[in-house]
Every structure is written in structure tokens, then in C-alpha cells.
T-cell receptor, first 109, second 115 residues
């Protein structure tokens, strides 16, 4: 079973920030938090990962709480092309992922 | 740098047949993992190969097998196909850096339909 829980769906207005939460209350000290997204029937796309510090790249920001039991993926200015299923995964080495059902994000015009 | 490639992209087979799917990882990547995606079960890990050896395996029957070649290319085989094997089969590659986190890069997948 997946070690993460995410809301099944969210909506976001185009141009606004999309904040996707993830709960991973049983995360181990050496497990990283990974985010991937999957646009309809394509292969999942890597977004970002982090251990305990907040991380930012050209796609998104990852905010991890101090106790590491939850995190939030932030897409700063969502576009229609960000409509996808977003997966939050915890893993030590970034392999052999156990995927949950993810969050279906709909960016609305 | 070319991404992960999978062939064929689409495949139709009948029950009882066998099928072989191919995956070419990103150049320099040593680990190849396979996943099955169905509407009912979502994305599930099948197995991972590293240096031509199966290193990890998910909870799938023995009809699902794979191998990895010396150039890191990988194939997976499903024998005695069942209707429930209809799925999107995804391959992912990574550097398999043992001292830290890896990023997996997924291919576009092979859509298998079993009739």
C-alpha cells in the first residue's frame, strides 16, 4: 500500500497558484518525498523531490513540514497544460515506487 | 539526450498468447524498472533490473518476467495472456546512484490490449 494520502481531485484557476497537499505521516528518516505527474495516458513526469528542506526548481516548489509528516507541491502559475494526475511518493532511493491514486488537478480557464 | 523509448507503442494480442515489450533507457542509466497501469489497480511496480540482474520484484505472478542486456536495454515478457493483462506498461530508467536519491524517467508506455 502507498504510504501517502492525497485528495482525489482539486481545481485551480488558470494563472493562480496550485497547492497540492500530501500526507505521509509514517515517513522514515531516510525517505525522500517525490512528486510526479501524469498527463493523460503519457508516462509519469518527474517534478521535484526533497528530504526535509524546501526545494524549488523551474517547475515547482516543494514545502515539507518540519516534522516531515506532510508536504505541499506548489505550481506558482498554473496553466491549462498543468492539468494532470499528480502523485506524491516516498522512497529511499527513488526507485520501486508504490503509487497511490494521486490527485487529479484540473486547471480551469 | 534521448529519453526512454519503448516499443511497440500499441499491441493487440489474444488470450493465451505471449508478448515481449522492449525498453531502451536513457544513455548512462543502469537501472530499468517496469510498471503496469490499469484503471482498476492504478500504477503498480512489476520489477527492477540493474546490471542484468533482477534486483526488486513486485507482487505479480510468474507469467510476468523480464531481463536486462549488457547495454542496459530491457525486455519484459508476459506469457499465457489473460484479459486482465490489458494495461499500459511503463518502463522507467535511472542512474541507480546508491548513495542518494535517484530520479526515474518514464517512457511513453506500451498499450497492450488482450482480446
Amino acid at each position: 500500500d502507498a504510504k501517502t494520502t492525497q485528495p482525489p481531485s482539486m481545481d485551480c484557476a488558470e494563472g493562480r497558484a496550485a497547492n497540492l497537499p500530501c500526507n505521509h505521516s509514517t515517513i522514515s528518516g531516510n525517505e525522500y518525498v517525490y512528486w510526479y505527474r501524469q498527463i493523460h495516458s503519457q508516462g509519469p513526469q518527474y517534478i521535484i523531490h526533497g528530504l526535509k528542506n524546501n526545494e524549488t526548481n523551474e517547475m515547482a516548489s516543494l514545502i515539507i513540514t518540519e516534522d516531515r509528516k506532510s508536504s505541499t507541491l506548489i505550481l506558482p502559475h498554473a496553466t491549462l497544460r498543468d492539468t494532470a494526475v499528480y502523485y506524491c511518493i516516498v522512497s529511499v532511493y527513488g526507485q520501486n515506487f508504490v503509487f497511490g491514486p494521486g490527485t487529479r488537478l484540473s486547471v480551469l480557464p | 539526450k534521448a529519453g526512454v523509448t519503448q516499443t511497440p507503442r500499441y499491441l493487440i494480442k489474444t488470450r493465451g498468447q505471449q508478448v515481449t515489450l522492449s525498453c531502451s533507457p536513457i544513455s548512462g542509466h543502469r537501472s530499468v524498472s517496469w510498471y503496469q497501469q490499469t484503471p482498476g489497480q492504478g500504477l503498480q511496480f512489476l520489477f527492477e533490473y540493474f546490471s542484468e540482474t533482477q534486483r526488486n520484484k513486485g507482487n505479480f505472478p510468474g507469467r510476468f518476467s523480464g531481463r536486462q542486456f549488457s547495454n542496459s536495454r530491457s525486455e519484459m515478457n508476459v506469457s499465457t495472456l489473460e484479459l486482465g493483462d490489458s494495461a499500459l506498461y511503463l518502463c522507467a530508467s535511472s542512474l541507480a546512484w546508491d548513495r542518494g536519491p535517484n530520479e526515474q524517467f518514464f517512457g511513453p508506455g506500451t498499450r497492450l490490449t488482450v482480446l
